[in-house]
């Protein structure tokens, strides 16, 4: 028998649930969130489309995508802090698991 999930698919489908694109006050952008204060697509990138997740202030990143019929966890942990989170490593190493999870005809395709 398989484990018992840790939440169950109605708690899931509650937190996931997208809420209006919204303004955040702290970096002067509009981002789609879900009830469970999930950021969608925080990178704005074709290759991150499917991902919900959380970052920090210094640039740690947790994400989960459902893209191209990929379920991929990505986590990333920088050793210093920085101020430019949209500019960060960490987004640019997710769209290069997306890429070479899907391959390159898909990287071509959305890059």
Known sequence: SSPSPLVSQ??????LR?????????????YNHTAGGFAVNIFGHAETEGCIGWFG?????????????????FGYVPNVFSPNILLDRAGLLMQAVVKIV????????TS
């Open 18 to 30: 997208p809420l209006p694109e919204a303004m955040d006050t702290f970096l002067l952008r509009k």
């Open 10 to 15: 109605a708690t899931r489908n509650k937190l």
């Open 102 to 109: 899907l391959g390159d005809n898909h990287a071509t395709a």
């Open 57 to 73: 202030m210094g640039g740690s990143v947790l994400q989960h995508c459902n893209i191209g019929g990929h379920q991929i966890a």
